[in-house]
């Protein structure tokens, strides 16, 4: 059964960090071009950051360029998405993807995790 599990998420201050993991099972995660994507309520879902199959290509929203980091440890089938200097504009749902080779274009990425919450507030 293919499966993206998501975690991390949590209240957190202003200025605060976080790390989301996303565990792959059913499947070689190192295979895959991963992608973060997070929705607010009441706003559409916006593309966080990605990086394709090799490492090579990678996306990051403007918002976030300098403050998020993503990443994978391909030994634990797993992909991160570290988040510093978080802002309230960050809260939201995050999800995390997975497309077999490189980066798809817009949300068209073969799985998708259940999603967690991110709350940044004081």
């Known amino acids: 059964q293919v499966q993206l599990v998501e975690s991390g998420g949590g209240l957190v201050q202003p200025g605060g960090s976080l790390r989301l993991s996303c565990v792959a099972s059913g499947f070689t995660l190192n295979d895959y071009a991963i992608g973060w994507f997070r929705q607010a309520p009441g706003k559409e879902r916006e593309g966080v950051s990605c990086?394709?199959?090799?490492?090579?290509?990678?996306y990051y929203l403007d918002s976030v360029k300098g403050r998020f980091t993503i990443s994978r440890d391909n030994a634990k089938n797993t992909a991160y998405l570290q988040m510093n200097s978080l802002k309230p504009e960050d809260t939201a749902v995050y999800y995390c993807a997975a497309s077999l080779g490189e980066i798809p274009i817009g949300y068209q990425y073969d799985y998708w995790g259940q999603g967690t919450q991110v709350t940044v507030s004081s």
């Open positions: 990086i394709g199959s090799s490492d090579s290509d990678t």
